[in-house]
C-alpha cells in the first residue's frame, strides 16, 4: 500500500521568509496530491492540491511542485505570516482505485516574529 | 453551506467502557470516512463509506470497533471496549463523491484513563 514520509517534522522561519515542506510517496500510481492546515485544535482543512497530470500549482503565497519521476511533491509558502503557524499534512491517494487518502506525519510550522 | 457535524466534541471514559461517536455529513456527500489521528500524528483512515456501503475497512480494528451508516446519511463509530491506546481525536471527514475534496469535521476528542 501507499506510504507517505513528510519532512522536516518541524520547521522555524522568520516571519516574511519562505517555508518549504516535502513528501515522498511510494505507489507511482498515485495521481492526486492534497496538502492541509491544521490550527491547534481544530479540524485538517485543504489548503491546496495538485493532480499527476501538472507539476505544479499556485494559489496566491502558496505553490506545491510535483516530480512523478521521483515520487515527491513539495509545498511552498512564500512571505510567511504569524497565522501560517500551523501543522500542515501532506498527503497522496489514488483517485478512481479506492481513494484511500495517506496522509504524512506532519510538519509543525512556526513563524517567528 | 453547513459543514461535517459531529458530537460529542470531548469524551472521557474508564478503559473497557464502550463509546459512540456520531457523524453529520455534509448534505448530498456521499462518501464518508472516520479518521484516528493520534497527538502528533497524521489521520489515520478506519473505515471509508459509500452511501450505506463499506468500501474500505482493512484498519479498522474489528475486534473493538464497529462503525455503519444507515440510510447512507450519518454514521455512528462505536469501541467497545476501549484501550487506553484508542485516546485519540476521531474525524469524519465526506466527500460529494469518490473523488472530490475531502471536509473534515470538527472532531470527537476521546481519553480513556
Known amino acids: 500500500g501507499e506510504n507517505v514520509e513528510q519532512h522536516p517534522s518541524t520547521l522555524s522561519v522568520q516571519e516574511g521568509d519562505s517555508a518549504v515542506i516535502k513528501c515522498t510517496y511510494s505507489d507511482s500510481a498515485s495521481n492526486y496530491f492534497p496538502w492541509y492546515k491544521q490550527e491547534l485544535g481544530k479540524r485538517p482543512q485543504l489548503i491546496i492540491d495538485i493532480r499527476s497530470n501538472v507539476g505544479e500549482k499556485k494559489d496566491q503565497r502558496i505553490a506545491v511542485t510535483l516530480n512523478k519521476t521521483a515520487k515527491h511533491f513539495s509545498l511552498h509558502i512564500t512571505e510567511t505570516q504569524p497565522e501560517d503557524s500551523a501543522v500542515y499534512f501532506c498527503?497522496?491517494?489514488?483517485?478512481?482505485?479506492?481513494?484511500?487518502?495517506?496522509f504524512g506525519k506532519g510538519t509543525r510550522l512556526h513563524i517567528l516574529p | 453551506e453547513a459543514g461535517v457535524a459531529q458530537s460529542p466534541r470531548y469524551k472521557i471514559i474508564e478503559k473497557r467502557q464502550s463509546v459512540a461517536f456520531w457523524c453529520n455529513p455534509i448534505?448530498?456527500?456521499?462518501?464518508l470516512y472516520w479518521y484516528q489521528q493520534i497527538l502528533g500524528q497524521g489521520p489515520k483512515l478506519l473505515i471509508q463509506f459509500q452511501n450505506n456501503g463499506v468500501v474500505d475497512d482493512s484498519q479498522l480494528p474489528k475486534d473493538r470497533f464497529s462503525a455503519e451508516r444507515l440510510k447512507g446519511v450519518d454514521s455512528t463509530l462505536k469501541i467497545q471496549p476501549a484501550k487506553l491506546e484508542d485516546s485519540a481525536v476521531y474525524l469524519c471527514?465526506?466527500?460529494?463523491?469518490?473523488?472530490?475534496?475531502?471536509?473534515f469535521g470538527p472532531g470527537t476528542r476521546l481519553t480513556v484513563l
Open positions: 498527503a497522496a491517494a489514488f483517485m478512481n482505485r479506492d481513494d484511500k487518502i495517506i
Open positions: 448534505s448530498g456527500h456521499a462518501t
Open positions: 471527514a465526506s466527500t460529494p463523491d469518490r473523488y472530490g475534496t475531502q471536509y
